[in-house]
């Protein structure tokens, strides 16, 4: 069972900056995405940023401009989320989810998430 663990969460004043990390133990080959996503209490858990196994990146708009999502080159079971000018409301508990290809028909994915990290940005 492949592991997703998280880090880099914590307290910020508004219009400052995180790096979030997340690392798996699982192939790196068979690494299909690897995305960052969010949840506030009462709310459905949400995709912040994502980036698929040909690199390409896919944003939720009211992100965009602020987050990068990266996967580490040496490493590539490592994904990073820098969050720059942060807002009281991108205030959540940030998950990692990483998808594997089973690489035998179908075909299909497996989804794997860590335990979250607490964002908390003060106004």
């Known amino acids: 069972q492949e592991q997703v663990v998280e880090s880099g969460g914590g307290l910020v004043q508004a219009g400052g900056s995180l790096r979030l990390s997340c690392t798996t133990s699982g192939t790196v080959l068979w690494i299909y995405d690897m995305g960052w996503y969010r949840q506030v209490p009462g709310k459905q858990r949400e995709l912040v940023a994502v980036?698929?196994?040909?690199?390409?990146?896919?944003y939720a708009d009211s992100v965009k401009g602020r987050f990068t999502i990266k996967r580490d080159n040496n490493a590539g079971n490592t994904v990073y989320l820098q969050m720059n000018n942060l807002k009281p409301e991108d205030s959540a508990v940030y998950y990692c989810?990483?998808?594997?290809?089973?690489?035998?028909?179908?075909?299909?994915?497996?989804?794997?998430w860590g335990q979250g990290t607490r964002v908390t940005v003060s106004s």
């Open positions: 980036v698929h196994s040909s690199d390409t990146t896919d």
């Open positions: 989810c990483v998808h594997f290809l089973v690489p035998s028909p179908p075909y299909q994915t497996t989804e794997h």
